[in-house]
């Protein structure tokens, strides 16, 4: 289903389209369709793009519910240590885990 759509547009952008028109080979209405078009297609591929950023940023946060729910019950350690995470267990002991996976399990288990 097409529409019709008439618009006054500046001198300028007149001669713009008349220059295009003439270097597509084609009519100054079809110019301004076309450009408008391609236009409308960039606008919702960015809506998109925004749109999988927060959904993947959703997902980033829950993935880390765990950790975030007990952010206090464990601690990433320095580059020096031979296992990257430590949990506080209910007990006030020490777990060691090399996983994020690892704490996520312990802590799920633990509290």
Do not use: H, I, P
């Amino acid at each position: 289903m097409s529409r019709t759509v008439s618009f006054r547009c500046s001198e300028e952008l007149d001669e713009y389209l008349e220059d295009e028109a003439d270097r597509r080979m084609t009519t100054k209405s079809t110019v301004a369709q076309m450009l408008l078009s391609e236009r409308v297609r960039q606008l919702k591929k960015e809506r998109s793009d925004s749109e999988n950023v927060g959904n993947q940023e959703e997902d980033a946060e829950e993935e880390l519910g765990v950790l975030s729910e007990y952010e206090d019950k464990w601690k990433r350690m320095g580059a020096d240590s031979q296992n990257e995470f430590r949990v506080t267990l209910a007990d006030g002991t020490y777990k060691y885990y090399k996983t994020q996976e690892g704490v996520e399990n312990r802590l799920q288990k633990e509290y």
